[in-house]
């Protein structure tokens, strides 16, 4: 997948792939106009996306009704390095969901594959070149 990276006003930075065009900003209190979350935000609520995701096709596999389940991503962070220390997730389930599928039901979820990069992350490489014609380069 190839991404492709501009910038708006001010600290707001855009990404463009697939079709999609994903804005961001840095909150105001960090010299942004917090017209839309920070990437680290986009970071974590992707990872919430995915684990969401695997919990909706295990129920669907299942035909269990989703009206009622959620989940809660909970992050903390140091507060001397602002490191990201933990995150925790919590399927919430009606009283109604059956017992018998609690532990596959977090098997399942634990599946999410933005939670295995997580746990095995890849190689990040960055490198600056100069492009003479910068604007065909970033439209191919």
């Given at each position: 997948?190839?991404?492709?990276?501009?910038?708006?006003e001010?600290?707001?930075?855009?990404?463009?792939?697939?079709?999609?065009?994903v804005?961001?900003?840095?909150?105001?209190?960090?010299?942004g106009?917090?017209?839309?979350?920070?990437?680290?935000?986009?970071?974590?609520?992707?990872?919430?996306a995915?684990?969401g995701?695997?919990?909706?096709?295990?129920?669907?596999?299942?035909?269990?009704?989703?009206d009622?389940?959620?989940?809660?991503?909970?992050?903390?962070?140091?507060?001397?390095?602002h490191?990201?220390t933990d995150?925790?997730?919590?399927?919430?389930?009606?009283?109604?969901?059956?017992?018998?599928?609690?532990?596959?039901?977090?098997r399942?979820?634990?599946?999410c594959?933005?939670?295995?990069v997580?746990?095995?992350?890849?190689?990040?490489?960055?490198?600056?070149?100069?492009?003479?014609?910068l604007?065909?380069?970033?439209?191919?």
């Amino acid at each position: 997948m190839d991404i492709n990276v501009h910038f708006g006003e001010g600290l707001q930075v855009i990404t463009q792939f697939d079709g999609f065009t994903v804005q961001t900003d840095q909150p105001i209190e960090n010299g942004g106009q917090g017209i839309a979350p920070d990437p680290f935000s986009y970071f974590l609520s992707s990872l919430a996306a995915c684990a969401g995701f695997f919990v909706l096709r295990f129920c669907q596999s299942r035909q269990l009704v989703t009206d009622e389940i959620r989940l809660t991503l909970h992050s903390n962070r140091d507060p001397v390095s602002h490191r990201l220390t933990d995150i925790s997730m919590i399927i919430h389930v009606p009283q109604t969901f059956p017992q018998k599928y609690l532990s596959a039901l977090v098997r399942a979820t634990n599946e999410c594959s933005v939670k295995k990069v997580l746990a095995d992350p890849p190689t990040i490489t960055v490198d600056a070149q100069v492009t003479e014609n910068l604007a065909m380069a970033v439209s191919e």
